[in-house]
């Protein structure tokens, strides 16, 4: 079966083609336009569509996966999820991405707890438990974020590209921000890795999303990385949805 899956994330969309269980193709676009969809959606006849979103669908977005003439789910809070118990407190604020990203983890690494770190416009930790049972996370800025905010809600910070060198301690305007925002992320994740590990162990670790490569040697030493658990979790969800509930 060949399953479309378009995550709609805060900055950019992510198209992901699937041949059963096993993501074949890749491609970002533009989030409010899904610009590259017509295209990315004729690289092979289409069985079902999910849609995935952090962000209100535009109509130039929504107009552009209806005409896809495939069925389409539509993921929402009240969308049946296999394999997970969530315990969120409030379900109906939790991200599209950070339940499927728990659940794609679950898929690669089943009764085991792990913690996913996804790395985009924000960094999210979602921890979810051998048993299954989603346990929650954190939400914290994202690199760009970071580095926008020092420069709008400073008078004189310029505006640092992420690109560039990463010195143990800046030597000028320019490394100084770059280093704190990206040694700041890291000893983040150190830390809280670190923290949960003293009541779990063995907890893996999942790091996924756009930015994850700009973290350094030690950080990634800890961490298993997979570009793909939210597609995964997405397609399993269509899976399930289609196929399996009835």
Not at 30 to 46: Q, W
Request: proline share 7%; glycine share 8%.
């Amino acid at each position: 079966m060949a399953n479309l899956i378009i995550d709609i994330g805060n900055t950019r969309a992510k198209l992901t083609l699937f041949e059963d269980e096993l993501p074949v193709e890749t491609e970002s676009t533009d989030n409010t336009s899904l610009e590259a969809l017509p295209r990315f959606a004729t690289r092979r006849p289409l069985d079902h569509v999910i849609v995935g979103s952090v962000v209100n669908i535009t109509p130039e977005a929504e107009q552009r996966i209806l005409a896809l003439d495939t069925p389409v789910l539509w993921f929402s809070p009240k969308t049946p999820v296999p394999l997970i118990e969530n315990t969120y407190r409030t379900p109906h604020t939790l991200g599209a991405d950070r339940l499927a990203a728990v659940l794609g983890a679950r898929l690669l690494q089943p009764n085991r707890d792990v913690l996913v770190i996804d790395a985009g416009t924000c960094i999210t930790y979602d921890l979810l438990d051998h048993d299954g049972r989603y346990l929650g996370g954190n939400i914290s800025p994202g690199v760009h974020m970071r580095l926008t905010a020092l420069h709008e809600h400073t008078a004189r910070l310029p505006l640092v590209e992420l690109e560039g060198t990463i010195p143990p301690l800046g030597y000028n305007t320019e490394t100084a921000i770059r280093s704190g925002v990206i040694t700041g992320i890291q000893h983040e994740i150190m830390g809280i890795v670190g923290q949960l590990r003293l009541a779990r162990p063995s907890l893996l670790v999942y790091l996924t999303g756009g930015d994850s490569l700009t973290l350094d040697t030690a950080t990634r030493s800890i961490i298993l990385s997979d570009p793909h658990l939210v597609a995964r979790g997405l397609n399993r969800i269509l899976q399930y949805n289609v196929y399996e509930k009835h």
